[in-house]
């Protein structure tokens, strides 16, 4: 309260035309936020599931058993994962722009969050698949099943429940990457926290801003719990 | 591919041929000897157990038989197809004809029990028809006619090994290797799926090879026994020589964990404390009728008896067991009917 009372300046930020800015403004950015974590979930989803797959087949006993595929792939994955996603999204830069030909916006941004959620995922992938009874693979193969019949009709399977949970889990990491990605020039709600938000001291926008974004993750928790114990039938 | 394309020999008498098979798991610069020069035959339609004490060796020596672990030295057959020295994608076709059921049943929680059964069916190439019939005729066999669309956590343990069997079988192999497969069941449940076993054995003449460490699973079922200690098999025979007449150390153990054996030296100072006769054990086997014609006169030589320890077992249809006995009498009349029982039967002095 003294502080608004010290800044006249504050005071008058803090107003917002809702009519205006919910069509023109949040939805718009909901929309845009929508897209940059779906359009990253597939692409990284994917990539993850292989990576996080070659890393779990490719341990000692496993069925792809290969030391050195799998220190690569182990390097590869703690070099990229413990960099900030903030300072990633900077230091990705040229190679954003030879990729996508710009470093500002939508697309730009998704290539950022592909990069950083591809690395994240497949170690969610591995660690979910580490808790697959190996008995169960030890049958497959005394049933003479080939090995990519084990991963593709075995281990994912097997391991669906809590692969379902770790995805939903990051999915929620992808959408405050989305948000952050608003900083150096994505868009999505991210941008318009911080834009018209943060910047111009209208703490009014980023509440509405932070509340859509639980919303948010609130229903894909729902939706990834329901689907899971779906799977997992309890 | 090259299993296929070996020539197959002439249906010989022995399902698995083992010669000579060592197997050294290498860790590090240390080597562990699992089978250590192992050679046994299982023939053609028997039942063939092979018990030891966990780290013997005998679940390597099983996953030998199905390539799932390669042979280090020596060579192994399966129905006249060489499994050692095998490539991984030409064992695949081998262990279609081998089927094998685990301890912890090792079901895909994923599938439903019809899901399960059908996997090998896939695996193999069956098309859609006739999986969906053949699985139904295993339900049946093994009696879950009415769980097809169960998941395997909504079954007891007997109805899971009971699912195991039905997918191992689905194949029609005609080896069947079980791995410790009644180890995680209760003694009720362990009966009926050694009956199923047996059943298994005898109406669809499949050669089953069972790894154990229970004593009552070889005496139930099993035709032959292979004892392994330390990766070596220490005695082989038929199951009613092996235990009736055990030569090893392990081998008695194991006996003696269904019969009662001999005194030891322990249970002998103890009923020496109770039992002031002159105390002797006397071993029983089947049709030995001598024994009981001499007990029968102890009386006409002033001599009485008391049983006072034993046990009796019947394996393969004949018996086999022990009895300590002691025996009242003055000392001439005592020593001659202990003459009189050592030409008829084993007879040792219960010493403490």
């Given at each position: 309260m003294s502080l608004n009372v010290a800044s006249g300046k504050l005071v008058a930020a803090n107003t917002v035309d809702w009519n205006e800015f919910i069509p023109d403004k949040l939805v718009p950015a909901i929309f845009d936020t929508v897209y940059m974590v779906s359009v990253t979930m597939v692409i990284a989803g994917l990539l993850g599931l292989v990576i996080g797959a070659l890393l779990y087949t490719t341990r000692q006993g496993n069925i792809l058993q290969n030391r050195p595929v799998n220190i690569f792939l182990n390097l590869l994955v703690n070099f990229v994962r413990p960099i900030p996603f903030i300072i990633l999204l900077a230091a990705l830069g040229p190679l954003t722009s030879m990729v996508v030909?710009?470093?500002?916006g939508v697309n730009a941004a998704i290539f950022a969050m592909c990069f950083a959620a591809t690395f994240a995922i497949a170690r969610i992938v591995e660690q979910n698949m580490v808790?697959?009874?190996p008995g169960v693979i030890e049958a497959a193969r005394a049933m003479g099943a080939s090995k990519l019949r084990i991963l593709f009709t075995v281990m994912i399977p097997e391991a669906l429940g809590p692969l379902i949970l770790g995805y939903t889990f990051l999915i929620i990491g992808v959408v405050d990457m989305s948000a952050m990605a608003g900083y150096v020039g994505g868009g999505g709600l991210g941008k318009v926290a911080l834009v018209d938000g943060y910047q111009r001291f209208n703490d009014l926008i980023t509440w509405a801003v932070v509340l859509v974004i639980i919303v948010m993750v609130q229903l894909i928790q729902l939706i990834g719990n329901v689907l899971a114990r779906k799977v997992l039938r309890r | 591919m090259s299993v296929a394309s070996t020539p197959a020999p002439q249906a010989s008498e022995d399902m698995v041929v083992i010669e000579n098979v060592s197997k050294v798991f290498k860790s590090g610069k240390e080597n562990l000897t699992a089978v250590d020069n192992v050679s046994l035959t299982v023939r053609r339609g028997e039942i063939f157990a092979i018990i030891g004490y966990s780290g013997a060796g005998k679940s390597t020596l099983v996953r030998l038989i199905n390539g799932l672990e390669s042979v280090s030295e020596g060579t192994l057959t399966v129905a006249g197809h060489r499994i050692s020295g095998q490539k991984e994608s030409a064992l695949r076709e081998a262990r279609q004809n081998i089927g094998m059921i685990f301890q912890q049943f090792n079901?895909?929680?994923?599938?439903t029990i019809a899901g399960n059964i059908e996997f090998p069916l896939k695996v193999a190439g069956w098309d859609k028809a006739k999986r969906r019939a053949r699985v139904q005729e295993m339900l049946e066999f093994v009696g879950l006619?009415?769980?097809?669309?169960?998941?395997?956590?909504?079954?007891?343990g007997g109805q899971k090994q009971r699912v195991g069997i039905a997918r191992a079988l689905a194949t029609s192999p005609s080896l069947l290797l079980a791995d410790?497969?009644?180890?995680?069941?209760?003694p009720e449940t362990t009966q009926e799926v050694l009956g199923l076993l047996k059943k298994v054995n005898d109406e669809l003449g499949i050669t089953v090879v069972v790894i154990t460490h229970e004593m009552d699973v070889v005496s139930s079922i099993a035709d032959r026994v292979a004892v392994m200690e330390k990766g070596k098999v220490v005695e082989m025979g038929n199951v009613y020589d092996v235990f009736s007449n055990p030569q090893t150390d392990v081998a008695r153990r194991f006996v003696s964990t269904t019969v009662k054996q001999a005194p030891n030296a322990f249970e002998a100072a103890e009923l020496k404390r109770r039992h002031r006769g002159y105390l002797v054990n006397i071993e029983i086997t089947e049709g030995n009728t001598g024994i009981g014609k001499v007990l029968s006169y102890l009386g006409n030589r002033g001599v009485h008896f008391n049983i006072v320890q034993g046990g009796l077992e019947t394996l393969q249809g004949k018996s086999y067991g022990n009895l300590t006995l002691e025996l009242l009498g003055d000392i001439t009349s005592l020593d001659a009917v202990v003459a009189e029982l050592a030409t008829v039967t084993t007879v040792k002095e219960v010493r403490s």
């Open positions: 030909g710009t470093r500002l808790s697959i009874d | 079901l895909m929680n994923s599938r006619g009415d769980r097809a669309k169960y998941y395997p956590d909504q079954l007891s410790e497969s009644t180890s995680a069941l209760d």
